[in-house]
């Protein structure tokens, strides 16, 4: 792993290097929430992305940036969700060996998606073994490339061109909220927005239950926490990276955060009025933009939704859950 | 009401009355469909259309052709579903006075939403009164002009436009599946597939329960049959109508017919792997397809979805039922 800081060019390049393998996903919009909010709304819809979120981008960018030598030993990653599919996919596309390192206990559907893709998957306990130590024995041991799921620059790099996308479609904004986990995501979009859109006021959100991102952007230095519970599933990270924390604490306007109960109501204005499905932590930066966790009234409000992929039968208990 | 049969010169008109009204709704793809089929398909999102579902199409054509003298006095239309709100959101953005005729036990969230775009509601029983008369009456005691739901020559061209768009965007295919109730969405199709890709063989789907338009199809006249129970409860007409049969019946390849549980496989992977809701009966045309009922292999295959306006707690209770 580089700590070089990515910067804007290098998001640049990675739209180049995605070309037509990621999809340039649709921004919608919702006349009753523009209405309900009076402020001009965009979704950017990366729950249409390829294998459903935004993960797609900065995975397949980092395996694109790989050398000869790399790509023909292979790549390793630890993670139990989009990230392993993203990289899983891009390897496949590439052509390069992938190997995923996931708890044994991870859902049946995603192990099968993973090896769906072609990857290797390698199951660990969780509260037994270390998914980061079994990563880098095969790093150093088989020769793998490692690539993490969000402190990386090309993967920083790759998860910006989303929020580049958007700018273009749409011109300037005044707000952008992104889904904060890692920061992955966040930091490529602040990197975006900064160059295209420099006055847009940057908002990451992450859950309530989990607010290391808010607690270090507030300390100025980055908070560990234990991995929290909320069902925004994609955002239990304990901590922000080497190099997301950076470019976070740098550009972003504040991080905020939201409940359980406030992104189930955002998951079902989506399924209702919208027609489409959001993960929980897809709708982190919905969340706190319906609930104005800032002014949002008369503003060009951009809201990224990082993903779609949640297991029917919990989608189906959070729609019915009012 | 004219009898004259709308030709694809309407479609070309209403597309221009539709102007931004209407939005051009995206057409999206999907990889894992593509190889379970071996064939491109490409899905034209009418699930996104304003309302929701494709009949703000047709509803905001006729309402807009309608005559000076005609739009101050009104519109009436009877429907308890997607054209009820269709006609009151196009009455209320040409600022025309509308008055729907609704069953008294229309679902309150449907009046409420009709309400909600300034239109009257008039109540009646489905047991023991007819919808057609109260608003026929209406007619001629207050001169409005009734809109039917299919059987009018500016909704079934307007209607057409959904098709129109999609070949332009797409270009030719091989093969179209439409869902099938009143024939609206299905003759309009039917004349810009003819006009913009004379090849494609276009196919109408209904419930396997209601196949009265196959029955017509395949006899050569209309078939009257007591309204089936189905989940796709867009399609449960009992006849096709004077306007869309003598077009159905020159166009169209054949009727097909699907079950409530091939919809409902339908709707699940809509959610799961689009990440789209569909409506039940939105999902008609893409489960005659994904079931094979004609040879796709090898095909360029449009499928229309026709709407997404499901009640959440029902929609949850499909998502489930595997």
């Known amino acids: 792993m580089t700590l070089r800081l990515p910067i804007y060019d290098d998001v640049v390049d990675a739209s180049t290097a995605l070309g037509v393998a ?3 996903t649709p921004v919608l919009t919702s006349q009753t929430m523009n209405a309900r909010l009076d402020a001009q709304v965009f979704f950017k819809c990366e729950n249409f992305q390829r294998i459903g979120a935004f993960k797609f981008r900065g995975g397949y960018n980092a395996v694109s940036k790989l050398s000869a030598a790399q790509r023909k030993a292979g790549v390793v990653t630890f993670s139990s969700g989009n990230h392993a599919q993203a990289i899983a996919l891009a390897c496949q ?4 060996a992938a190997t995923i390192v996931m708890p044994h206990d991870a859902p049946a559907a995603k192990k099968a998606a993973t090896v769906g893709y072609g990857a290797r998957v390698i199951s660990y306990h969780r509260q037994t073994e270390d998914r980061e130590q079994i990563a880098r024995a095969l790093v150093e041991e088989q020769g793998l490339t ?16 989303a929020v580049k996308e958007l700018l273009e479609d749409v011109g300037g904004l005044d707000l952008l909220f992104v889904p904060l986990g890692g920061g992955g995501l966040l930091s490529g ?71 359980d109960g406030q992104l189930i109501d955002a998951m079902r204005f989506f399924a209702e009025r919208m027609k489409m499905v959001v993960e929980p932590t897809g709708c982190l930066g919905a969340a706190a933009a319906f609930n104005e966790l800032v002014p949002v009234k008369g503003k060009r409000v951009g809201i990224l939704l990082s993903g779609g992929n949640v297991d029917l039968s919990a989608y189906a208990g959070f729609l019915q859950s009012n």
């Open 189 to 259: 979009s602040l990197l975006s927005a900064n160059a295209l859109s420099p006055e847009c006021a940057v908002y990451g959100v992450e859950p309530q239950a989990g607010n290391d991102g808010q607690q270090s952007f507030r300390t100025g230095a980055v908070v560990h926490i234990t991995p929290p519970h909320s069902i925004a599933d994609g955002a239990l990270t304990s901590a922000l990276g080497q190099l997301t924390f950076p470019i976070i604490k740098q550009y972003a306007r504040d991080i905020l955060t939201v409940s």
């Open 22 to 24: 990621a999809y340039r």
């Open 93 to 96: 596309l590439l052509d390069v």
């Open 146 to 161: 490692l690539i993490p799921p969000f402190d990386h620059a090309d993967v920083i790099a790759g998860q910006g061109t």
